[in-house]
T-cell receptor, first 112, second 116 residues
Framework: KQEVTQIPAALSVPEGENLVLNCSFTDSAIYNLQWFRQDPGKGLTSLLLIQSSQREQTSGRLNASLDKSSGRSTLYIAASQPGDSATYLC???????????FGKGTTLSVSS | GAVVSQHPSRVICKSGTSVKIECRSL??????MFWYRQFPKQSLMLMAT?????????EQGVEKDKFLINHASLTLSTLTVTSAHPEDSSFYICSFLGRGDPNEQFFGPGTRLTVL
């Protein structure tokens, strides 16, 4: 059964720092991996989707990498800003390749 | 990305009542959609998968008679929590499965249900 783990559970950094969020999954046979952002009491915003054949994806200050063989993904945030404060979730498709299995998330707080 | 709406965004009800949550895709049609729920400090967990025109498939531990799903059309799905109890208080989020490659999911903004 696929399990997704995110470390750390919470992270506090001063504005301007570069940071890395980690995600690991137990079954490496995934179609893709997706990173989301969730603001308190809100829905999900898709940040990056990495196909299983890709090693990384970039969007602005965000860079996500994928190492299927080791069951790991990282989300790199450059030059963090207070507006980046949110919970970041990673998710992989279930065995059917449709619904998503989520980690518990990393709650990021960026202070000004 | 595609736009998905949910209504209501927040609802408070008394124990024993039923609550209907509506999920609508505004700019695309989708055959498959999902309902997830998220308890405090927990990850989103899949409740059920539904395909338009057929019965929903529920995950283990989710009571199909308690959580009624009606996938009425390619743009509308409803989740009815029947005889709600305080332990049903949670954040409910729907998503529609896109048809592109890869199969992205497009999420609604969620509904916060509080059962007193």
């Amino acid at each position: 059964k696929q399990e997704v783990t995110q470390i750390p559970a919470a992270l506090s950094v001063p504005e301007g720092e570069n940071l890395v969020l980690n995600c690991s999954f137990t079954d490496s046979a995934i179609y893709n991996l997706q990173w989301f952002r969730q603001d308190p009491g809100k829905g999900l915003t898709s940040l990056l989707l990495i196909q299983s054949s890709q090693r990384e994806q970039t969007s602005g200050r965000l860079n996500a990498s994928l190492d299927k063989s080791s069951g790991r993904s990282t989300l790199y945030i450059a030059a963090s800003q207070p507006g980046d404060s949110a919970t970041y979730l990673c998710a992989v498709p279930n065995q059917a390749g449709t619904a998503l299995i989520f980690g518990k998330g990393t709650t990021l707080s960026v202070s000004s | 990305g595609a736009v998905v709406s949910q209504h209501p965004s927040r609802v408070i009800c008394k124990s024993g009542t039923s609550v209907k949550i509506e999920c609508r895709s505004l700019d695309f049609q989708a055959t498959t959609m999902f309902w997830y729920r998220q308890f405090p400090k927990q990850s989103l967990m899949l409740m059920a998968t539904s395909n338009e025109g057929s019965k929903a498939t529920y995950e283990q531990g989710v009571e199909k008679d308690k959580f009624l799903i009606n996938h009425a059309s390619l743009t509308l799905s409803t989740l009815t929590v029947t005889s709600a109890h305080p332990e049903d208080s949670s954040f409910y989020i729907c998503s529609f499965l896109g048809r592109g490659d890869p199969n992205e999911q497009f999420f609604g903004p969620g509904t916060r249900l509080t059962v007193l």
